[in-house]
């Protein structure tokens, strides 16, 4: 069974961000760039169907040069090939440019029979591109997977839901959005770490894809981020002292709760 994942290499979620000049991006100095979590999971699940049912896992990502540092740790963790569309920078948080350019640089390099993402690329954080991949590739989706079983031909899907769980079953091919829980993520093994080396890692311009990115970054742009900000500093706690009278320590914290902080 020939897999997909589609990965995205996103910021450290332990970095301490910062906002660059331009005040609608991140600044990337002293970043440290991973697989965004939420495809690990779906990496996971791709390489242990291929141990179970045999077949490939290959790995497709869009972005700047950096992530083939990504491609790489995804082919020591056990995936066969990997393809990396080089660009992004314009179309950062556009969700459908990005699709646009996965769905493309599928069709290039497939077909495919199953299609694994996380539920959402950390840093945009819209859980809306492995949807759209998935109409853009005319097949089924099913998100927010925390079990899956793959049949002949079929696969039945198990999904959280508000107070309950979802059971979905889909035709192969289908695209399913992983969710933490669907699997533990094995770390890479140094003799995956080895061989990864020695793949070589396809790589495409947008414009190989039939793409024009600066329209898509520019007139065609259906998301931009106009400004990009922290969140306010957190003010000092107030501590009571209770240890004297505990009556009016309580008193004191009821009236904070009511009054200031509107809690009660």
């Known amino acids: 069974m020939k897999s997909c994942v589609l990965m995205a290499h996103v910021p450290d979620t332990a970095s301490v961000i910062k906002i660059a000049g331009s005040g609608n991006r991140i600044d990337d100095a002293d970043i440290k760039w991973i697989i965004s979590p939420f495809d690990e999971y779906a990496l996971e699940e791709a390489i242990r ?17 950096r992530a083939q540092q990504g491609l790489r740790e995804c082919l020591a963790r056990g995936a066969d090939g990997a393809v990396h569309v080089k660009g992004g920078e314009g179309t950062f948080g556009d969700s459908l440019a990005i699709a646009n350019v996965l769905a493309a640089a599928v069709r290039k390099v497939g077909p495919f029979d199953i299609f694994f993402t996380g539920v959402m690329g950390v840093g945009s954080d819209s859980a809306l591109v492995g949807a759209m991949v998935a109409e853009l590739l005319d097949v ?13 031909g079929t696969i039945m899907a198990h999904r959280e839901i508000e107070g309950g769980a979802e059971v979905v079953e889909a035709r192969l091919p289908c695209l399913i959005t992983a969710q933490k829980g669907l699997n533990d993520p094995r770390y890479p093994s140094l003799k995956g770490i080895m061989a990864s080396k020695k793949v070589a890692i396809q790589a495409f311009a947008v414009a190989d894809l039939g793409l024009d990115e600066s329209a898509m970054a520019g007139a065609d742009a259906t998301c931009r981020w106009k400004a990009l900000t922290l969140p306010p500093a957190k003010s000092g706690g107030v501590l009571l002292k209770g240890e004297d009278d505990p009556g009016g320590a309580a008193r004191e914290l009821a009236r904070l709760l ?6 009660i």
């Open 140 to 152: 089924p989706h099913v998100a927010g997977v925390v079990k899956l079983e793959i049949g002949e």
């Open 49 to 65: 169907l291929k141990e179970a049912k045999g077949g490939t896992v290959t790995v497709v990502t869009y972005g700047p040069e």
């Open 258 to 263: 009511r009054e200031q902080a509107k809690a």
